[in-house]
Nanobody, 117 residues
Framework: QVQLVESGGGLVQTGGSLRLSCAAS????????MCWYRQTPGNQRELVAL???????NYAYLVKGRFTISNDNDKNTAYLQMNSLKPEDTAVYFC???????????WGQGTQVTVSS
């Protein structure tokens, strides 16, 4: 089972950018659908973006055109590039990997993103 560790969160002003990283160990990302979720207090986690092993991507409506998900298989790391950030993007962001055959999911510990107005 893959282990995932996120990094790259922090405080940024409205309109700024951040790149989140999700470093994987224990298995190769090419076997996984990689995804990013976010969660705010009192709310369920919501899907932000996902990328399939073949490179297909899907984005939540609220982030489409501003966020980009990608994989670097050489570094075994997934990324979420976030541009034009808004205060409503403030959340804890979680990386997840879903094995493309077994469907078993792995989650990172989360990284806080705060966008100030």
């Amino acid at each position: 089972q893959v282990q995932l560790v996120e990094s790259g969160g922090g405080l940024v002003q409205t309109g700024g950018s951040l790149r989140l990283s999700c470093a994987a160990s224990g298995s190769n990302l090419s076997r996984y659908v990689m995804c990013w979720y976010r969660q705010t207090p009192g709310n369920q986690r919501e899907l932000v973006a996902l990328i399939t092993p073949g490179g297909g991507t899907n984005y939540a409506y609220l982030v489409k055109g501003r966020f980009t998900i990608s994989n670097d298989n050489d570094k075994n790391t997934a990324y979420l590039q976030m541009n034009s950030l808004k205060p409503e993007d403030t959340a804890v962001y979680f990386c997840c990997g879903r094995h493309r055959i077994s469907g078993v999911e792995s989650w990172g510990q989360g990284t806080q993103v705060t966008v100030s107005s």
